[in-house]
């Protein structure tokens, strides 16, 4: 049985980790910076890999450089473009959600350019500061007739249907929630993935396995059965064959 964890940042993991042979990373960047490691690292041991510039960058470092940023994606020839999407709990003003919407736009361009998968990263606004709130409702108007995962999924039960409605995908990590639940519940086995998102969410890619559990644990399934079906979308949306 293999995993597959379909957001990784395995260049950050400490130095000397090692990954059991178990499981099977997408290399995931979100800067220019981490997008060179993803390269790098992915390259080195053969696996598929993902580059984009994330809102949080966005926000953090501007947009001076994106020319050469989307010039060095377009170069390396990802399986997907991502991390990217919109970020509106750390947006501060009105000009930074306009900068994240601006570049998301940007990834998608270049997406369809490419004739590549997004993967999503999305989070809503939780102050009441007037700005806007609902990352997922504004992405999901970018992103019509386009191939995407919402990536560490964390909207709603309805809107996780209506992201399987425009033929999109959703990856689980290992965290639990009544909502996750539910989104777990409604969403087809054929459009669930899963991820550790490490080592940020997953200290380790790990903990793909107890994601893996959780999906067959809701679903009243095998975790056998849930490895091979999510291992065989991951497949199919990053468009590679171990």
Same mark, same amino acid.
């Given at each position: 049985?293999?995993?597959?964890?379909?957001?990784?940042?395995?260049?950050?993991?400490?130095?000397?980790?090692?990954?059991?042979?178990?499981?099977?990373?997408?290399?995931?960047?979100?800067?220019?910076?981490?997008?060179?490691?993803?390269?790098?690292?992915?390259?080195?041991?053969?696996?598929?890999?993902?580059?984009?510039?994330?809102?949080?960058?966005?926000?953090?470092?501007?947009?001076?450089?994106?020319?050469?940023?989307?010039?060095?994606?377009?170069?390396?020839?990802?399986?997907?473009?991502?991390?990217?999407?919109?970020?509106?709990?750390?947006?501060?003003?009105?000009?930074?959600?306009?900068?994240?919407?601006?570049?998301?736009?940007?990834?998608?361009? +270049?997406?369809?350019?490419?004739? +590549?998968?997004?993967?999503?990263?999305?989070?809503?606004?939780?102050? %009441?500061?007037?700005?806007?709130?609902?990352?997922?409702?504004?992405?999901?108007? =970018?992103?019509?007739? =386009?191939?995407?995962?919402?990536?560490?999924?964390?909207?709603?039960?309805?809107?996780?249907?209506?992201?399987?409605?425009?033929?999109?995908?959703?990856?689980?990590?290992?965290?639990?929630?009544? &909502?996750?639940?539910?989104?777990?519940?409604?969403?087809?086995?054929?459009?669930?993935?899963?991820?550790?998102?490490?080592?940020?969410?997953?200290?380790?890619? &790990?903990?793909?396995? &107890?994601?893996?559990?959780?999906?067959?644990?809701?679903?009243?399934?095998?975790?056998?059965?849930?490895? %091979?079906?999510?291992?065989?979308?991951? =497949?199919?949306?990053?468009?590679?064959?171990?």
């Amino acid at each position: 049985m293999v995993l597959i964890d379909s957001h990784t940042h395995l260049y950050d993991m400490k130095k000397g980790y090692a990954l059991p042979p178990d499981i099977y990373p997408v290399v995931v960047g979100y800067s220019h910076g981490s997008n060179r490691k993803a390269v790098e690292t992915a390259r080195a041991g053969g696996y598929p890999f993902v580059l984009g510039i994330a809102p949080q960058t966005t926000i953090k470092e501007g947009t001076e450089r994106l020319d050469e940023w989307v010039e060095f994606i377009r170069a390396s020839r990802p399986n997907a473009i991502g991390e990217v999407g919109l970020d509106y709990k750390w947006a501060q003003t009105m000009e930074q959600v306009e900068g994240e919407k601006r570049v998301f736009a940007r990834m998608v361009s +270049l997406a369809r350019e490419m004739d +590549l998968p997004l993967v999503i990263h999305s989070r809503d606004n939780p102050n %009441d500061n007037g700005l806007p709130k609902d990352a997922v409702e504004d992405i999901l108007g =970018m992103v019509g007739g =386009m191939r995407f995962l919402m990536h560490f999924y964390s909207g709603t039960e309805e809107q996780a249907q209506r992201v399987v409605g425009m033929g999109g995908y959703i990856s689980m990590a290992h965290m639990r929630s009544k &909502e996750r639940r539910k989104v777990i519940n409604t969403v087809p086995l054929d459009r669930l993935l899963i991820e550790s998102d490490s080592p940020y969410i997953g200290r380790t890619p &790990e903990s793909v396995r &107890e994601a893996a559990a959780y999906i067959a644990e809701v679903k009243g399934l095998e975790t056998g059965q849930v490895a %091979d079906a999510t291992a065989q979308n991951a =497949m199919r949306f990053f468009n590679f064959r171990l």
